[in-house]
């Protein structure tokens, strides 16, 4: 239980401080000691809720968001950036290299 106290006081001042924190994202939000008991009851109210609605719906729920999310993410790369030059770099790749991937797959169904 002490570890979880312990990562969790350095997650908010993480939050709260650093380069990716919230006082970098938004410069009004004060760097405190308040703000980081904020942060600490919201991650506690997220978690607790997690764990009573139990492994059949709080899992679910956050599986299907990290999916949803990662699709997203992959999504916004596809469309966003150069997409010949993605598809040319992962087919040239395989095709380049097809008689080795060939001869690796014969000899792990053998």
Known sequence: ???????????TKQHNTTFPGLNFLNPDIAVSTANQVIIIWAITALATA???TGIGMGIRRLS??????GMVIMMMVLFLDDTWYESY?????FIRNYDRFRSIFQVLVS
């Open 64 to 69: 299907e968001i990290c999916f949803s999310l």
């Open 89 to 93: 770099t992962f087919y040239g790749v």
């Open 1 to 11: 239980m002490q570890s979880y106290k312990l990562s969790t006081v350095i997650a």
């Open 50 to 52: 997690s764990v009573i």
